[in-house]
């Protein structure tokens, strides 16, 4: 009898694209990988519609999702909306009370109205805000992660993490996270897995953990 395939599709983080996931092998005998990419969001669209939208790229039935970072918020939103099997969130946020303090005090102030995302020709911004580090040595690298620097989708972008209102942690999902995560470092606390030495960046350093881990996790 021959085994069924389990589709899985994974969303990057904020303006990244999913070139990030090129070390993610899983067997092929059991899984079939997807890439979602980031659409430039509809005027004033929310997130709620922006998930919906995305959905329409899912073309199989009972699918695992995996989003890091802001990607990590969308898919946590896609599956309000649809059914699916597995649900991981990777480098990024069980709710809104984990968002760091610096985002917290720029939902009260607005300040993030104010960033200079029209600098996103300036990778070493733009890898400070997707990835939590800055570049200099590795710049090439960052380059070929960093593709989606339209200044609409990153003021969109950066305005719906900082205005995520999830109450409380997705009861379907496995949250991952590294504990050195430095752009979102208080999501190591209550029901995840923690990755010793994992920083934002992980899918791409750690890889080898997803591709062991994985399979084990959607298929327990």
Partial sequence: MEQEITHVYLMPGMAANPIIFEHIKLPEDQFEIHW??????????????????????????????LGVSFGGILVQEMSKHMAFKRLFVVSSVKSKHELPKRMKVMKYTKAYKLLPTQLVSNIDFLAKYAFGETVTKRIELYKKYLSVSDKYYLDWAIENVIEWDQDAPNEDAIYIQGDKDAVFPHSCVGNCIV??????????????????????????
């Fill in 36 to 65: 979602l990419e980031w659409m430039i969001p509809q005027k004033k669209e929310t997130l709620e519609s922006y998930a919906k939208r995305m959905i329409l790229n899912i073309k199989h039935d009972n699918v695992v999702l």
């Fill in 195 to 220: 990755l010793k030495g994992g920083t934002h960046v992980m899918v791409i350093n750690k890889y080898k953990w997803f591709n062991e881990n994985l399979p084990k996790l959607i298929l327990q």
